[in-house]
Nanobody, 124 residues
Framework: QVHLVESGGGLVQAGGSLRLSCAASGRTFTFSRYAMGWFRQAPGKEREFVAVISWTGGISYYADSVKGRFTISRDNAKITVYLQMNSLKPEDTAVYYC???????????????WGQGTQVTVSS
């Protein structure tokens, strides 16, 4: 069984920063062989792609809405993926989920494992 556990969410003012973490575990889960992505879902909206990083960390993609403000990174030794979020805006408010896929994809349906999510609220 695979567990992805997000942390680091909270309430922040517009213009502020947060760093999300996602720790992975599981006897049959080789973290370093999976691309790791972040998605978010705001109330009443579809879950949308935010960022993804390849298993080596050499490739990353971002949604246009977060490009230049968010940075995804990973530490395979710590079995953790991060999302550094700067210059936060009220429209970034959502539940943020990490997920694991075979490759660095933006497609939600290509992710095999999901965390439970962490709430990020940005006040204006």
């Amino acid at each position: 069984q695979v567990h992805l556990v997000e942390s680091g969410g909270g309430l922040v003012q517009a213009g502020g920063s947060l760093r999300l973490s996602c720790a992975a575990s599981g006897r049959t889960f080789t973290f370093s062989r999976y691309a790791m992505g972040w998605f978010r879902q705001a109330p009443g909206k579809e879950r949308e792609f935010v960022a993804v990083i390849s298993w080596t960390g050499g490739i990353s993609y971002y949604a246009d809405s977060v490009k230049g403000r968010f940075t995804i990174s990973r530490d395979n030794a710590k079995i953790t993926v991060y999302l550094q979020m700067n210059s936060l805006k009220p429209e970034d408010t959502a539940v943020y989920y990490c997920a694991a896929a075979a490759g660095p994809t933006k497609r939600r349906d290509e992710y095999d494992y999901w965390g439970q999510g962490t709430q990020v609220t940005v006040s204006s």
